[in-house]
């Protein structure tokens, strides 16, 4: 399996593009794809400010790692779900990829903050877990977005949300893990 550009040894076969590539050329492909589905999309102009909902996984800290390295100032967003073990190792990874590259993390705890967490708002609420989740993180990312925007002291008149426009607020990249609702 040879890299489809340089021809070297391959670490990686993303099928779906038909296209192998060697860790160079993944991750200057990954960093491509981002780049064109911010614009395809009209997602962030350059100078916008992100609040990225990070889960701790690999796929939420690459794209706020990508972004950054993109030249975006970007914020990361952490709720504690409360899902035992999961979400304390999911906010350990999340603590460390912020404090070793300096950034600004925001963590919000469902349990300490708002009183509850998602096993037992499945159950008062009778939905299924992944839906109950989905709803409490929709909302908080609203909320810290506002709260961000007015500790800010320069103007941002775009705005990206997960559910919606929120007027003059700054930008959301909402990022959501599969694994999560298990
Ligand atoms: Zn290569």
Redesign the pocket.
């Known amino acids: 399996m040879k890299?489809r550009?340089?021809k070297?040894s391959a670490v990686i076969d993303i099928r779906r593009h038909n296209a192998n590539?060697?860790q160079?050329?993944f991750l200057r492909y990954c960093r491509q794809q981002v780049e064109k589905a911010i614009h395809g999309f009209d997602m962030l102009k350059p100078g916008d400010r992100a609040l990225v909902a990070v889960s701790g996984g690999k796929d939420s800290l690459a794209v706020w790692d990508l972004l950054l390295e993109l030249g975006y100032e970007a914020d990361g967003l952490y709720v504690g779900l409360g899902i035992g073990q999961y979400s304390d190792n999911s906010a350990d990874y999340t603590r460390a990829f912020a404090e070793t590259r300096g950034l600004n993390l925001i963590e919000v705890d469902l349990r300490g903050d708002h009183g509850y967490d998602v096993p037992t708002a499945a159950a008062v609420t009778k939905r299924v877990p992944c839906s109950a989740c989905g709803l409490s993180k929709r909302h908080l990312f609203d909320k810290a977005t506002l709260a961000s925007w007015d500790s800010d002291d320069t103007t941002n008149d775009r705005i990206s949300s997960p559910s919606g426009a929120i007027p003059g607020c700054c930008a959301v990249v909402f990022i959501t893990a599969r694994r999560e609702c298990a």
């Open positions: 890299c550009v340089c070297e590539f060697c160079d050329h």
